[in-house]
């Protein structure tokens, strides 16, 4: 007998991947927007990413998106070497510099569950 994709189940978990992630993810907080990523990317190849995600959740998205992203007038020139661009993303969250993502830069209304 064939493989049969249980893609309720599937869908539950990416709703809840979309909503709150578990506490046990936490160690995985500086890759949020990777696993945003993956799981968007998952509800578009199950066929049900415009169902799943509406309009004003796909902007609130967007606008989370944005405000990772480092502002160009910043104090310090990157130049055309994108490699410094990582390591002082890195130093920062390593150093908890106010330039490091802070609490507040969270998806709205998003929050660790502990299981």
């Known amino acids: 007998m064939g493989e049969v ?8 978990f990416l ?9 046990s993810y936490r160690k995985f907080d500086s890759n949020r927007a990777t696993i945003l990523f993956f799981t968007l990317s998952s509800l578009d190849v199950l066929g049900k990413l415009e169902e799943e995600v509406d309009e ?3 902007q609130e998205l967007i606008n989370w998106i944005y405000r ?7 104090e310090t020139s990157m130049g055309d070497d ?5 390591r002082s993303v890195n130093a920062g969250i390593a150093q908890k510099e106010p330039s490091a ?3 507040d830069e969270r998806l709205p209304k998003y929050c660790w569950k502990d299981v």
Do not use: F, I, Y
Request: no cysteine; glycine share 2%.
């Open 56 to 58: 004003d959740k796909r």
């Open 82 to 86: 994108k490699s410094e661009l990582v």
């Open 15 to 23: 709703r809840r991947h979309l909503q709150t992630l578990p506490g």
């Open 5 to 12: 994709l249980l893609t309720q189940e599937h869908l539950n």
């Open 68 to 74: 990772l992203q480092l502002k160009s007038d910043s």
């Open 101 to 103: 993502l802070s609490p």
